[in-house]
Structures are given as structure tokens and as C-alpha cells.
């Protein structure tokens, strides 16, 4: 990207991409399909849509100092692989939802595999939201943590059913 994009609908990926952001800002949201690869570098999502997250992934992301500030969840990852290495995630609600700055796993039928080597995740403390965290993980999935920096939440920083 060579200048800041605002996108109407999320921007579903089907094919496989590498998105060099160059610093720039997106606002909006991306949709990244089961079996697909998104790299993503360098750059900020801003998300307003509550009905959504900042990225919904299915497939193999890599995310590497990436800023993502969310109306909803910043990162939902259904299933897949993800390496998140830098950047931060934010949840900055506009409802009274349950919301993570970090939601891994669909349940026990879609698993989902997330490595974090840095990156600052904040959850909802002291917002609007009735509950969450900087990090949540269902049934059936994993998170490994090699580094980084986890605060909020009501009344976990970080939760696990996984």
C-alpha cells in the first residue's frame, strides 16, 4: 500500500497474498478464507464495525508490526495457523459485548494454532464491554507465548478453555 485505504465491506482474501502496509492505515476490516496465506506487514487496521473483527482468519496469517484497533475482537482466529510477531491489538468497544483483543478456536471442531513472539494485547478494562480479555482460547485450540505484553479485561487478562 501506498496510501491509506477505507474499505466499505471486509476485504476478503481468497488467494494467496503478502500485504506490505508501508506504514500506511487501513480502516475496515479483512476476511482471510480456510487453506489460504496472508502475510501481513507494516502497517495499522483500524475496525469501527462492531459486528465484526479487525481480521477473521480461517487459514495461515503472519502478522508482523501490525497495529489493529477494533470495535469488535482485533484478531478472531476460527481455525488455522497464525505467527503474530510485533505490533499491537486493541479492542476499543462501542457495545456491551464480550470482547478479546486476541480470540482463538471456533469450538472443539475448528481448531486453531497461534504463536505470539511479541506484541502488546489490550482487552476491554474499564470500557463499556461486560466482559473479556487481552486473550481468550477455546476447546480444541493453542496458543504459545514466547513474548509479549497482555493487559485488560473484565475480569480476565487471560482466559482459557483450551
Excluded at 496472508?38 to 482468519?57: E, F
Excluded at 496469517?61 to 484497533?69: D, E, R, S, W
Aim: charged letters at 15%; zero cysteines; hydrophobic letters at 35%.
Amino acid at each position: 500500500m501506498n496510501e491509506p485505504v477505507t474499505l466499505n465491506e471486509p476485504l476478503n482474501v481468497e488467494a494467496n497474498m503478502i500485504l506490505n502496509m508501508n506504514g500506511q492505515t487501513l480502516t475496515g476490516s479483512i476476511n482471510l478464507a480456510t487453506g489460504v496465506s496472508l502475510t501481513v506487514t507494516n502497517g495499522t487496521i483500524v475496525n469501527t464495525d462492531k459486528s465484526t473483527s479487525g481480521i477473521v482468519s480461517n487459514g495461515d496469517l503472519t502478522l508482523n508490526n501490525v497495529n489493529i484497533t477494533s470495535a469488535r475482537h482485533a484478531l478472531r482466529i476460527e481455525s488455522g495457523k497464525v505467527i503474530i510477531d510485533g505490533g499491537t491489538y486493541k479492542v476499543v468497544p462501542v457495545s456491551k459485548s464480550t470482547l478479546y483483543a486476541l480470540n482463538v478456536g471456533d469450538g472443539a471442531s475448528s481448531v486453531a494454532n497461534v504463536v505470539i513472539k511479541g506484541g502488546t494485547f489490550i482487552g476491554p478494562k474499564g470500557t463499556m464491554a461486560d466482559s473479556g480479555g487481552a486473550l481468550t482460547v477455546k476447546v480444541g485450540s493453542s496458543v504459545k507465548i514466547e513474548g509479549g505484553d497482555f493487559s485488560g479485561g473484565k475480569p480476565n487478562t487471560l482466559s482459557s478453555n483450551g
